[in-house]
């Protein structure tokens, strides 16, 4: 178990399409190491979302933290090799930061409801419907395993901000404070 070093805005790791895995693996000592620390790691760094490449590993798996309906608790899940199909047309636009861009925020329009189908960290398919911010957060990290940040989303960067500029002058409406 360890935590492992994130990967910095500026690291081609960032920005190459990572490989898929092989469902073969999912079970080996290997990829179950690797899924806890990547588990650690989010957990570690208090984020809700951390994609393989934001830990130098150029492979399609993702952790996030699943908030869960009101009478669940929140778990992390694992997606590897995951697929996201939009549902319907409506946007919602919203806050973002991320581990590997730290300190800082920006709005992030994202679709408001997606079909995700991957396989699980026991090599199981699932399929599910994700809303809201659970829905964002697996946009912006399946982004992350096409080498997009979510800089490359923003309608408009003017709303680009430090953390500190961003507590004083937005997060005003906004309770959520969390990196990806
Ligand atoms: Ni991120």
Not at 76 to 91: K, T, W, Y
Not at 118 to 131: E, M
Request: net charge negative.
């Amino acid at each position: 178990m360890s935590i492992l070093k994130v990967s910095q805005l500026g690291h081609p790791v960032l920005r190459r399409v990572a490989e898929p895995v092989d469902p073969e693996q999912i079970q080996a000592d290997a990829f179950q190491r690797f899924i806890v620390d990547l588990r650690e790691t989010m957990a570690a760094y208090q984020g809700v979302g951390l994609a393989a490449p934001q830990v130098h590993v150029s492979n399609r798996v993702l952790v996030y933290l699943a908030m869960g309906e009101e009478d669940r608790d929140p778990e992390v899940l694992v997606l590897v090799n995951p697929v996201i199909e939009p549902m319907g047309d409506e946007m919602e636009s919203s806050w973002e930061g991320c581990l590997s861009i730290p300190d800082i925020r920006g709005l992030v329009s994202r679709h408001s409801q997606i079909k995700v189908t991957a396989l699980d960290d026991t090599g199981q398919d699932v399929s599910y419907v994700a809303r809201d911010f659970e829905a964002r957060v697996i946009q912006h990290e399946v982004d992350h395993l096409d080498g997009i940040l979510y800089l490359d989303r923003m309608d408009d960067l003017a709303t680009l901000s430090f953390q500190a500029e961003y507590d004083t002058f937005w997060a005003r409406d906004e309770d959520e404070d969390d990196s990806e």
